[in-house]
């Protein structure tokens, strides 16, 4: 065995490398480390006058309220739990598939112009996409009286056309709340598909071309080195990449709940999430409320991680997040 090196001998040889992570540490410590002091106001009465530590201690009085038979409350964990599920499920095929259609097509500038297509819904704020929806799904119309025939009046959207065009009726998707929890679903995967799929095309880009040649060799069609060799090499990147989302399964985008519904009353309470409902409760309830529903979603979303990782090594080969 090596002579064992101490403290000094490491600074003396790699201090240079220390010193670059010190901006990095200092971030992490400033931002993640410290505000971890804050949790205490869960438990309090919160008040600016006597700041975090001199609040009136109240236990768990903030965490009962939300819990404690709160029927908009389950009703904000049941629909953040249904859309971030199908948001993981839809988020993590859609990106798949069209990283593979990338990787397989030939044709190069028509390559270049999808990917853009694909990327460019990232950049798009919540706000934005909220007013190309509204310019769809806008319906304005009235039912004559004779005929019992709705007839549009004044500007509509293209979906209220596309129906009436097809022979369908028209539908007031501002006024229906059934609707809105797949459209938002759907708005979610399509804004972040293109953005996903890059991290998939990065792990292809790095895949052994001679296993594809030696494939094709062997007289495997293109379906079967996709499925024989492209899809189990990315299975380690999509173990990762799914672990991370269930960890955070319980937080909700107010950003896509804010821009896209608003404040509309009709069908906010079809689509409220955590992260809204907490919004909206904390004018009344104060910021121990919400301090201690962001506790119990990172809570559960670590509890919900460390079972993912643990089944994910039970039928992955040992293979997990950690």
């Not at 201090?15 to 670059?20: K, N, P």
């Not at 009286?145 to 009046?153: A, D, F, K, Y």
Request: proline residues 4%; positive net charge; glycine residues 10%.
């Amino acid at each position: 065995m090596g002579k064992k090196r101490g403290f000094l001998w490491e600074m003396r040889h790699n201090g240079t490398l220390y010193i670059m992570c010190v901006p990095a540490l200092l971030l992490l410590l400033l931002f993640c480390y410290l505000p971890m002091g804050g949790m205490y106001m869960a438990f309090t009465k919160f008040n600016v006058v006597d700041g975090v530590f001199g609040s009136p201690y109240v236990g768990l009085q903030n965490f009962g309220y939300f819990f404690n038979g709160n029927p908009y409350a389950w009703n904000a964990i049941k629909n953040t739990l249904i859309i971030n599920f199908w948001g993981l499920i839809l988020g993590t095929v859609l990106p798949i598939t069209l990283a593979i259609f990338m990787n397989e097509m030939k044709n190069g500038p028509f390559k270049k112009i999808a990917q853009s297509a694909m990327f460019f819904p990232y950049f798009l704020s919540w706000v934005v996409v909220g007013a190309i929806l509204y310019g769809f799904l806008t319906a304005n119309f009235r039912v004559d009286r004779r005929s019992g025939e709705l007839i549009l009046t004044g500007a509509n959207g293209v979906m209220n056309r596309l129906l009436l065009a097809l022979g369908q009726t028209p539908i007031r998707w501002y006024a229906e709340p059934r609707h809105w929890k797949p459209i938002v679903i759907l708005l979610d995967v399509w804004k972040w598909a293109g953005y996903n799929s890059i991290i998939y095309m990065a792990a292809m880009a790095g895949f052994d071309g001679s296993l594809y040649e030696a494939a094709t060799i062997d007289g495997a069609s293109r379906w079967q080195q996709i499925l024989h060799l492209t899809l189990p090499m990315l299975k380690p990147n999509v173990v990762i990449l799914v672990l991370m989302s269930i960890g955070r399964i319980f937080f909700g985008d107010m950003g896509m709940i804010w821009g896209v519904v608003g404040q509309n009353s009709t069908i906010l309470d079809e689509v409220q999430v955590i992260d809204t409902y907490v919004y909206t409760s904390m004018r009344s309830m104060g910021f121990g409320f919400s301090t201690a529903i962001g506790l119990c979603q990172s809570v559960m979303g670590l509890i919900m991680i460390l079972i993912a990782n643990w089944a994910a090594k039970k039928v992955n080969d040992g293979e997990g997040l950690f």
